[in-house]
């Protein structure tokens, strides 16, 4: 199995920073893009960031410019940078990965995984 687990989330107060990381671990043959995705409540799961395995990055409109992605590809782990938050981007954050499983001459299909999500709250 495959597993991703976040930390970092967290209370802050507007206009601060936090840091999110997101590992993943198991039995992993490649990992493709790695993402961020948040979900406020009674909103849609949203995207907010994600990054290639080449480090090809791509940001919601509401994150360019405050919200920084990064992965470390030896450690299968990917990072957010986040500040100048405020009470909007409170939510839950959720880790996504599209990776293919793989153990000895096994090869699983390529799939998203996700995290259990790490909640993010900004106070004004």
């Known amino acids: 199995q495959v597993q991703l687990a976040e930390s970092g989330g967290g209370l802050v107060q507007a206009g601060g920073s936090l840091r999110l990381s997101c590992a993943a671990s198991g039995s992993i043959f490649s990992i493709n893009a790695m993402g961020w995705y948040r979900q406020a409540p009674g909103k849609q799961r949203e995207l907010v960031a994600t990054?290639?395995?080449?480090?090809?990055?791509n940001y919601a409109d509401s994150a360019k410019g405050r919200f920084t992605i990064s992965r470390d590809n030896a450690k299968n782990t990917v990072y957010l940078q986040m500040s100048s938050l405020q009470p909007e981007d409170t939510a839950v954050y959720y880790c996504?990965?599209?990776?293919?499983?793989?153990?000895?001459?096994?090869?699983?299909?390529?799939?998203?995984?996700w995290g259990q999500g790490t909640q993010v709250t900004v106070s004004s």
């Open positions: 996504n990965a599209n990776l293919r499983a793989g153990w000895g001459s096994f090869r699983g299909p390529v799939a998203d995984v």
């Open positions: 990054i290639t395995s080449g480090g090809g990055t």
